[in-house]
Structures are given as C-alpha cells and as structure tokens.
C-alpha cells in the first residue's frame, strides 16, 4: 500500500481547530484558548497528510537560557510512522543550542532518551473541586507593580527568563503573594484552563508558605474545579491529596541536557505554570 508524503510546516492560526482535535483525542483538557496562549508564548509545527492535521509540536523560547519543548502529539491513524521523531528535529531547530525542557509520558520517553533527553523528576497532576477553606494569613492579592518582583523570583527558582510567560499570565489571570523585609518572597498564580482553573506557578521560600499561596486561591474559589502540577521533589502531593486534590496523572520531566541549574535556596518552584511550559 503506498504511504502518502507527510509534510512539515509552521504552525498557523487556521491549524487550530485541528490542534485542538488532536489533543482531545489524545485526552488532554485544553481550549482553543489554552492552545492561542501556547502559541502566543511560542512558535509551533504541524504535521499534514492530504491537508489533515496529524501532529503538532510547540517550542517555547525563555530568552536565550532554555526552551521546552511541549504539546507533541500524533494521530493515533499516524503513529508507527517517524512521526514522533521528525516533529522532535523540527523542535530541536526552532531551539537552536538552548538547553531544552520537556514533560513526557511513558509512551514518550524511548524517543526522548534517544534524542538525549534525561530524567530528571517525575511531575504529579493533583485536580479536584476546591473545600470551603479560610483566607489564609499573610498573603494578599499582587499588584501590577509587583509583576517586576515576581518575574525576579521566578528567574531564582526556574533558571532562566520568564518575563514574557508572567506578562502574559498577569494579563489572564490573578497572582497572589507573600511580602516579607519589604519585598516579594513567594508568589501564586491561578487562571482559566482547561476543565476549570490551574494554580501555577507557585514560587516559595519554603512549603509552608507554598501552602498558604494555594490556600489563598482555593479559599476563593469553593466548589470550583482546580488543578495543580507538582514535583514529586517539591513535597506538596500529600498535602494536596489530604485537601481534596487527588493525584490522577504522572509524568516525566526531563532534560537536555541533565545538567542544569539547580534552585536557589531563596527560590523554589512548588508547582508549575503547566506541564508544557515549567
């Protein structure tokens, strides 16, 4: 049976509809307004047979510190094909030298291994309906003037420049803080995404007060469905299980290549802006 020519091209605004169809099939919860924000941050690929969308790859370029690599998916009709590994070339020339982040599943990772990539944590999908809980003490709603701060904070605990992801999510979301010695120690974010609404990142000195900025969320939003990406590393999964958060997904984060920066002791992520973009 012959095999029909599989073309690479950039991503274009037309293609989304299509992007959308293939991470429902793939069971993921995004929204036409989830995949415009990826690629808003981001430039992307896609994969077409006959004019049909079958896969799609995303790269998003934190200045010149790193990149991650997100949203790969194959049409399960494709799959078997080397699909995989072309849209992860075409990635891999859209990042040029940076070092490179991903999230895989366990399907994934024998194409990222032999790309390079190496294991470096596992990341843990906690979501459940938010309990009435009290405000937390000491956190309050951040300002506009502290986006500077946060964006400081966040280049601490990350490793790399993410001005452009917070801008974006200042204008779409709302962020929480902890002030301490007159300045910004810690800080959450929580937006629209998928089935309900995600908190992340989440940016601490320490656990406690990673707690309390989720808190400070939750305690607005009762009865709403929410979801928070962790590290196994971090220590929040048993907490959040306790309050009504079930761990329903694992993946695994990776790197390439597996040395990198390590968090500094004032700055440590808690949790994720999402699995695609750290």
């Not at 896969?55 to 690599?69: F, S």
């Not at 194959?74 to 590994?85: I, K, P, S």
Request: aromatic share 6%; proline share 4%.
């Amino acid at each position: 049976m012959q095999t029909r020519q599989i073309e690479i091209a950039a991503f274009r605004p037309d293609h989304l509809d299509a992007a959308l169809a293939l991470s429902r099939q793939a069971g993921w919860p995004h929204r036409t307004e989830d995949w415009q924000m990826a690629l808003a941050l981001s430039e992307g690929m896609v994969a077409t047979e006959d004019d049909r969308v079958v896969g799609t790859v995303v790269v998003t370029r934190y200045k010149e510190d790193c990149a991650t690599i997100n949203m790969v998916i194959v049409d399960e009709t494709t799959r078997g094909r080397g699909l995989g590994r072309r849209l992860m070339e075409a990635a891999l020339q859209i990042a040029g030298n940076r070092p490179l982040r991903l999230v895989a599943t366990r399907a994934g990772l024998p194409l990222y291994q032999k790309l390079g990539f190496h294991e470096t944590g596992t990341v843990l999908q906690h979501q459940g309906l938010a309990r009435e809980i009290p405000a937390p003490a000491g956190t309050e709603t951040a300002t506009a003037d502290d986006l500077p701060a946060i964006m400081a904070l966040d280049r601490l605990a990350f490793g790399a420049d993410r001005e452009d992801l917070l801008s974006y999510l200042a204008k779409v979301g709302e962020f929480a803080v902890i002030r301490r010695d007159a300045g910004v120690s810690g800080f959450a974010c929580l937006r629209a995404f998928g089935r309900g609404e995600v908190i992340g990142p989440v940016v601490a000195t320490n656990i406690d007060d990673a707690r309390k900025l989720i808190e400070h969320h939750v305690a607005r939003r009762p009865g709403r469905f929410l979801r928070v990406d962790t590290t196994a590393a971090a220590g929040l999964s048993p907490w959040l299980a306790e309050h009504g958060f079930a761990e329903v997904d694992g993946a695994i984060a990776m790197k390439n290549p597996s040395v990198g920066h390590a968090a500094a002791p004032a700055a440590t992520t808690f949790a994720l802006a999402s699995q695609a973009l750290g």
